[in-house]
């Protein structure tokens, strides 16, 4: 019985080793991606080997090594380890003509094998932008078209401006193992794209460490626009003022024109006129008047104006240097004169609008309706009061004569009405 299982035990022992050496001689292999122009590594190991030889073929089935010899006349392949368990052989300088299934041989019986991909990665070109117009002027529009070649797989583009990505319209063409790969970009060109730089980056798996990109800015050439900046808000009397003409162009409107009233700048030694600044030395009530600056380029003419209103100087009574026995309580009537004459109390309103010269003119045309309406008024009264006193008054002779066929007969007649004088009393009022 003993005997038996012991010669049981000894042929389950035989099998697993038999089947051990069995499944121990398949080579193994790995898939290997390489850029275009690198080195590829190919390693194939058995886990257990008889002493029995590797061979690597390439995706034409040429022999490169059998065991340490080498079969093809190729500088670029070369043997890198070669033992009864494994065998490594590089290639250097790979193309895309490499790419394929190389096998590695296990010459037993019968012959094993083990198939290893080789993936190139063609490298995109540098990119190029095409399209551009400089300068461009503004309200043009222009396409710009970024273009790479050799990608493998297909690259992709994208769009910057500056910063910020925008999205373009993309073509890819395929060109043998290659792609060509092309991304359109509309522009608009307005003057805000003055100085603007657009990128075209080529974003791909073989350039994870440096991407290749293009960039060109945009040189737009447009039209003047013109601002009037002032040093100060109330301009008042004996202050400096100075008018800065703030204008923007491609190319640059300089220099800047000074009028006016739409005429020539008066007393030039006290206005003085600095490439885009108009400054009063001493500001005075004939200063007062509408200022334009203009500016102009090849592509056009812009202007702006400023209505100059100069205000009186504030005046101020020195401080009484004798406290008051009593204390005098504020007038509300001086106080709000006081917020009406002066000028930064007023608001934020420009203090140099038209408006103001409107009030002062409609309140002297008030003043004077009035006065002629009060003196109408008057004269038709006094008018009245004489039509109503106007009439002919008789002597008490003159009334009795009125009937009297002489003198005496006027003067009895007379006598007799001083009878009833009292009925005909007439009450003036």
């Not at 990665?121 to 710009?144: Q, Y």
Request: aromatic share 6%; glycine share 8%; proline share 6%.
């Amino acid at each position: 019985m003993n005997l038996k299982s012991n010669l049981i035990f000894t042929l389950y022992t035989i099998y697993g080793i038999l089947l051990k050496g069995i499944s121990g001689q398949y080579p193994l292999v790995q898939n290997v991606t390489v850029t275009e122009g690198g080195m590829a590594n190919l390693t194939c190991r058995v886990e257990y080997n008889d002493n029995t030889s590797l061979q690597w073929s390439n995706p034409a089935q040429q022999t490169l090594f059998f065991g340490d010899k080498k079969a093809l006349r190729d500088n670029r392949i070369e043997l890198v380890r070669a033992t009864s368990s494994e065998l490594t052989i590089s290639i250097n300088d790979v193309t895309l003509g490499d790419e394929g299934l190389y096998t590695c041989s296990l010459f037993t019986m019968p012959v094993r094998t083990a198939k290893a991909y080789l993936t190139v990665l063609g490298v995109p070109e540098k990119p190029e932008i095409n399209g551009l117009t400089k300068p461009a002027m503004e309200g043009d529009h222009i396409t710009l078209t970024c273009i790479t070649q050799g990608s493998k797989p297909a690259a992709d583009l994208r769009w910057f401006r500056n910063e910020k990505e925008v999205k373009g319209a993309k073509e890819v063409n395929a060109s043998g193992k290659t792609f060509t790969v092309r991304s359109s970009l509309q522009l608009h060109v307005d003057r805000n794209d003055d100085g603007v730089a657009y990128t075209c980056r080529v974003d791909h798996v073989a350039l994870a460490q440096a991407p290749q990109q293009a960039t060109e800015v945009l040189e737009v050439h447009y039209a003047p626009r013109v601002e009037i900046i002032k040093s100060t808000t109330v301009p008042q009397e004996g202050q400096y003022l100075k008018l800065e003409c703030f204008s923007r162009g491609n190319p640059s409107p300089d220099p800047v024109m000074w009028t006016k009233d739409g005429g020539d700048l008066p007393d030039l030694d006290r206005i003085i006129v600095q490439g885009r600044e108009l400054a009063f030395t001493s500001l005075n009530k004939t200063d007062n008047g509408t200022y334009r600056c203009e500016a102009s380029n090849h592509l056009g003419t812009s202007s702006a104006e400023y209505v100059l209103y100069v205000y009186d100087a504030p005046t101020t009574l020195p401080p009484s240097t004798t406290p008051p026995l009593h204390p005098i309580p504020p007038d509300p009537t001086v106080q709000l004169s006081t917020h009406a004459s002066d000028p930064t109390v007023t608001g934020s309103r420009d203090p140099n609008a038209l408006g103001q010269h409107g009030t002062d003119h409609a309140l002297i045309g008030g003043v004077v309706a009035v006065v002629v309406f009060v003196t109408l008024c008057l004269i038709i009264v006094l008018g009245r009061y004489l039509a109503r006193h106007k009439g002919t008054y008789l002597t008490n002779e003159a009334k009795g004569a009125d009937d009297a066929p002489d003198a005496d007969t006027a003067i009895i007649n007379a006598e007799g009405n001083h009878a009833h004088a009292e009925e005909k009393k007439e009450y003036f009022i």
